[in-house]
């Protein structure tokens, strides 16, 4: 426990049994006003029973905050990310890492507004969360306390934690009284899955764990073909209508699920040191990311595409670590958006069981010049001959390298 008196602090409250239990808890162990803040960024459940829990756990109803947050999410999250083609280890495309800073951010502004001293998360000790949540929290108020239940309570076994609930008169539904055999967590970009029957590396998934995507066996025997519109590196249609940035991932998602695009098996390198098997379900995002690479091969200099891919990693190993608020974030952000400024343009897509194949691509601002890459003779400002000189200035290195390795018999 914190040696800092806690008067009012604000919960990341989902209203599940976990974050019910830490509520309660705050109160008998700290003595202190709560105040819950839930987001919706698209997770697809119902959010007023949070509400209904918060008041039924003895919050005032001016404690309970629950905010609309799936435009500004994607928006100035997932859309800023999307630029950078950001994957983790080469695969992950960071559906829970992005949502972190935001609830953070978030969790910050009704600290200041309300003159909470704490703020208080539910991740455990073990996994990334947890460091996401207080790097953001410590970027945006370097004073603010932070309180983490998993790292300071007794509570050890999903014994105890029943036990408390029961003792405190928290609601239990019947289907959380047994262990749960995967746990999900879930906003408008990603659904990931981990835990449990999922933490046998060796195993496959199970069908009952996905959520998000229809097995691609089961997909539709006819490819489905759409257009996606990009404006400086967003996308702003599909099919040519225009539409707002969570209401346009949210059609991706239903074109993504129908036709079983986005699954991933993952084993990852946590931040905290240990490796982890997760199962993601992305449908919208593999769509996008696959969209705008498309869009970026004909708009993009080659120097400035070679080099986005060469910085890529880095900046999604910042995201994936908690640094979203950090300079060096903001710095390749700055970069990444200057690239961008003519990425705009119309790419066409057929989904087909599982997979995204990009079949045309036109922008205003393309790069790419017919008459230069034609097999035909026509009139170009390129001459064969110059290549002649190109391939030998730049074999002069590995000529004189020979020629070392045969004056030494090597």
């Known amino acids: 426990m914190s040696d800092k008196r806690v008067k009012k602090v604000v919960l990341a409250y ?14 008998t162990t700290y003595g202190c006003e709560v105040v819950t803040f839930t987001a919706d960024l698209g997770q697809g459940e119902e959010l007023e029973p949070a509400r209904q829990k918060a008041l039924l756990l003895g919050i005032k109803p001016e404690n309970i905050f629950i905010e609309d947050l799936r435009e ?37 502004e009704i600290a200041e507004k309300v003159g909470a001293d704490a703020v208080a998360h539910g991740a455990t000790g073990k996994g990334n969360d947890q460091v996401r949540f207080e790097l953001g929290y410590y970027a945006l108020k370097p004073d603010v306390t932070v309180i983490a239940p998993w790292r300071e309570w007794d509570l050890t076994s999903r014994t105890k934690l029943l036990e408390f609930a029961e003792q405190n008169q928290i609601p239990i539904a019947k289907d959380k009284r047994g262990e749960a055999p995967f746990s999900v967590d879930a906003n408008l970009l990603h659904a990931s899955s981990e835990g449990k029957v999922l933490e046998d590396p060796a195993q496959e998934v199970p069908d009952y764990v996905y959520s998000r995507t229809i097995d691609p066996e089961a997909a539709p025997d006819t490819p489905t073909y759409i257009t996606i519109d990009f404006e400086k590196g967003d996308p702003v249609a599909v099919d040519g209508v225009k539409m707002s940035p969570a209401t346009l991932l949210a ?24 490796k982890s098997r997760g199962m993601y379900e992305t449908p919208g995002g593999t769509i996008l990311y696959v969209a705008h690479r498309g869009i970026e091969s004909i708009t993009l200099d080659r120097g400035a595409a ?8 880095k900046y999604a190993e910042l995201v994936y670590n908690g640094f979203w608020f ?35 691509r036109d922008s205003p601002y393309s ?44």
């Not at 991706?252 to 946590?270: F, K, M, P």
């Not at 390749?332 to 079949?359: I, N, P």
């Open 14 to 27: 989902s209203g599940g049994l976990d974050t019910s239990i830490i509520l309660k808890w705050l109160q």
């Open 72 to 108: 500004e999410f994607v928006r100035d999250y997932v859309f800023p990310m999307f630029r950078a083609n950001a994957q983790y280890e080469g695969l992950y495309l960071l559906g829970t890492s992005i949502a972190r800073p935001l609830i953070a951010k978030k969790q910050i």
């Open 251 to 274: 059609k991706l998602n239903e074109l993504g699920r129908a036709n079983g695009i986005g699954r991933l098996d993952l084993v990852e390198n946590r931040f905290v040191g240990m």
């Open 306 to 313: 070679h080099l986005k891919d060469e910085l890529m990693p």
């Open 326 to 360: 950090s300079p060096e974030r903001e710095m390749l952000q700055a970069l990444v958006d200057k690239s961008q400024e003519f990425v705009t343009g119309q790419v066409r897509l057929k989904l087909y069981k599982g997979g995204v194949h990009l079949v045309g």
């Open 367 to 410: 790069l790419y010049d017919q008459e230069l890459v034609t097999f035909e003779e026509g009139a170009v400002a390129y001459d064969h001959r110059d290549a002649a000189g190109f391939i030998k200035l730049n074999a002069l290195r590995l000529r004189t390298l020979a020629q070392r390795k045969k004056k030494l018999g090597l």
